[in-house]
């Protein structure tokens, strides 16, 4: 038995592994990859498998960076069948389309620059039509019901407490008279976050894949954030600008909703207007409504007195693109709700763009912001950013608040690993940055003594007594790379001094000039070398 890495390994996104056993062979996740633009290109890249190949596929969960790249494995000659949960199957109807969407939008914008420029003109990844009639692949299970896609594989779908539907997966695999169990925890969810249950235990294994998004890092406990959240809430009303919050659609806009409804039931802050502003997270929201067996037993007790925790009066949901642009210009002392988390596409960036130069504003993130994201940018501090174009200076109030991700933070995952009554063999670390990863490895082995690996893009193990590596692959290197980004880090640079200039803030220019220069230093050696 084989498992190569294709994706999510040495990353957060883009997850995706390959199970290779003697009877067939099948894929968990088959995610998009987000961030920088090095790492984007591998969605452009042809598979490290051939799709065709493929006996099934395992879906997690419908977030982008395990589900996005479905659609391109159906065009590649993926025929077969999606194993997932009735609410991930409902999800992806939504999230697919809409991320073929944006991939046809962003292609016609670059073509018209490329049409001006005479370079040769792009294909969409996938289109929005071409990701519904993947759908058609989709087969829902149930939580706990144990299926066999292949002979001698069973598999069974436990909840991780992430999203609604995310799954933890049990995957049992028969060699030879002998069963061999591998679990793959998805995202784990924290534990009493609302809405949903809690992410299940397991009390076995031989293999773990765990992810580590947050695996050097601990959240803030409920009621900080809760009270973090009030603070900031009252902060912008006082300061009479808008409360911007760029939110996933999926999972964190219904967790906000449902926080913001209870700090206004009790009183806690004023009945100020709350617009959700992204036709998928309404949508989403009711396949929320529609899916009450995920839900936890407070949210159950809820429904059960007629009483939806998504909903209240001040709140206004925002369809089209009119009404948005309407809110651009009427909403004052408004909390605006708007996808996507990580300010790279769709609404969010006008409403960014409307109000970061406000310094009445604020704008709160609540979750994870990859490498060279805008969000990423806003965080580090940037006086100044690029937005469709525009350079925009940098006067709201930036905040973050950890506790608000779906994530399990450090003390979460380790939770969930002493949860096991029988040790597993070794423990594969996934999804996370280096640091992350190289942190929880070390904390494992401290506190339960199991090895772990960190597997690199494109390993593959051979899972015998002990994991051992077989293949290395090199990410393939996108053209001129380093040097596009240090010119990217260079603009960056210079908008931030421009900035400081036109405010005649001198004293402040000083640090920017030092990293122009080194900038500059580093830019003629890259080209030198390319030369």
Known sequence: MQITFCGAAGTVTGSSYLVETTGGRFLVDCGMFQGSKEIRQLNRQEFIFNPGKLDF???????????????????????????????????????????????????????????????????????????????????????????????????????????????IIE????????????????DLGQNNQPIIQDPTLV???????????????????????????????????????????????????????????NLLRSGQIPRIPVYI???????????????PDCYDEETRQLFAAHESPFEFPNLKFIRTAEQ????????????????????????????????????ESHILFVGYQADETLGRRLLEGAKVVKIMGEEVGVHAKIHSIGGFSAHADQAGLMDWLAGFTQK?????????????????????????????FIPKWGERFTLNTEPRLEQELQIPQLPNYTLEKTVNDLEHCI??????????????????INQLKQLISQLESEYKNLA
């Open 277 to 291: 502003d992204s036709p998928m997270a309404v949508s989403v929201t009711e396949i929320y409504r529609d899916n």
């Open 495 to 512: 908008m931030q001094l421009h900035n400081q200039i036109k405010q005649s803030d001198f004293t402040q220019a000083t640090p920017e």
């Open 57 to 167: 596929v395992l879906l997690t969960h419908a977030h982008v960076d395990h589900s996005g790249l479905l659609p391109k494995l159906w065009k590649s000659g993926f025929k077969k069948k999606i194993f997932t949960t009735k609410a991930t199957r409902q999800l992806c109807g939504i999230v697919l389309p809409d991320s073929g969407h944006i991939q046809e939008m962003e292609v016609e914008w670059r073509n018209r620059k490329h049409q001006r420029a005479g370079v040769p003109l792009e294909n969409p990844l996938y289109t929005a039509a071409e990701a519904l009639q993947c759908l058609g692949l989709f087969e829902p299970k149930s939580y706990n019901e144990e299926f066999l896609p292949l002979p001698g594989v069973r598999v069974r779908f436990l909840d991780a407490g992430h999203i609604l539907g995310s799954s």
């Open 424 to 452: 597993p063999r070794s423990i594969f670390i996934v999804h996370g940055e280096n640091g992350a990863q190289t942190e929880l490895a070390a904390l494992i082995k401290h506190r339960l003594n199991i090895d772990s």
């Open 324 to 359: 948005s642009k309407l809110l651009n210009a009427t909403a004052k002392g408004a909390v605006i709700i708007s996808a996507n988390g990580m300010c790279e596409a769709g609404r969010i960036l006008h409403h960014l763009k409307h109000n970061l130069w406000r310094p």
């Open 171 to 186: 995957v049992f695999i028969t060699e030879d008279g002998v069963t061999t169990k591998i679990v793959f925890s998805g």
């Open 203 to 261: 009390a076995e294994a031989d293999y773990v894949l765990i992810e580590s998004t947050y695996g050097n890092r601990l959240h803030e406990d409920h009621t900080q954030k809760v009270d973090l959240l009030r603070k900031i809430i009252i902060e912008s009303v006082n300061s009479g600008g808008n409360l911007v919050i760029p939110a996933f659609a999926v999972g964190r806009t219904q967790d906000l909703l449902y926080y913001i409804k």
